[in-house]
């Protein structure tokens, strides 16, 4: 997922690692060099990636997401939800 808005700043990646681990995502998220992009690669079955996405659609208390492009890749394998 790219999420774009103010994302940055804002305990974003934080609230994605602990909304990844109450919903059993696993995967990773970083901050874009724009300043104002998050990249997330998140892995799970389809219901908690159905909760990630709400989740991610609205962010943390002081974000403010304005879009969010979805990019189905390959399978990876990831032991846990990490902040890159």
């Given at each position: 997922m790219i999420i774009t808005g103010k994302?940055?700043?804002v305990?974003?990646?934080q609230s994605a690692l602990q909304?990844?681990?109450e919903t059993g995502i696993v995967g990773t998220v970083?901050?874009?060099e724009d300043n104002h992009t998050v990249e997330i690669i998140a892995t799970g079955n389809?219901?908690?990636l159905a909760a990630f996405l709400n989740w991610c659609n609205e962010g943390s208390p002081k974000a403010d997401v304005t879009g969010m492009e979805i990019v189905e890749?390959?399978?990876q394998e990831f032991e846990n939800f990490s902040i890159l």
């Open positions: 994302v940055q700043g305990l974003f990646r909304k990844a681990n970083r901050n874009l389809d219901n908690e890749l390959a399978l």
